[in-house]
């Protein structure tokens, strides 16, 4: 896993997501990726398996009017169980009231 956007609101706040909160997630990470999305919208991280294509539409944000879209298909059900620090920081980013994110736009 690899952030193609840190800074953005979803990935640093209300919790910084790092290198580190990828380790240790469980199998199937991602599912029903984006392979092509519109210009409003902004690729956030990349992805690869060992000698697989790099996947850049795992994660997809855009601002629309006062509000955010967000397209996740990070299997993040799939690391609960196991309480996965890294994917219960971006739950908590994701839920962010719209104000709060669209003041820190990204």
């Known amino acids: 896993m690899r952030a193609l956007a840190p800074?953005?609101?979803?990935?640093?706040?209300p919790n910084r997501i790092d290198a580190a909160d990828?380790?240790?997630?469980?199998?199937?990470?991602?599912?029903h990726a984006a392979m092509r999305?519109?210009?409003a919208y902004r690729p956030l991280l990349a992805m690869a398996d060992?000698?697989?294509?790099?996947?850049t539409g795992a994660l997809l944000?855009?601002?629309f009017g006062e509000g955010r879209h967000s397209h996740v298909a990070l299997a993040l059900h799939r690391q609960y169980p196991d309480l996965v620090?890294?994917?219960?920081?971006?739950l908590a980013n994701l839920?962010?009231?719209a104000g709060a994110v669209s003041s820190r736009r990204g």
Request: hydrophobic share 35%; glycine share 14%.
């Open 22 to 31: 990828w380790e240790g997630w469980r199998h199937e990470r991602c599912v």
């Open 37 to 39: 999305w519109g210009d």
């Open 61 to 63: 944000s855009g601002v």
């Open 50 to 55: 060992p000698g697989a294509p790099e996947i």
């Open 85 to 90: 620090p890294g994917a219960l920081r971006l």
């Open 7 to 13: 800074d953005h609101p979803l990935l640093s706040w």
């Open 95 to 97: 839920v962010q009231p």
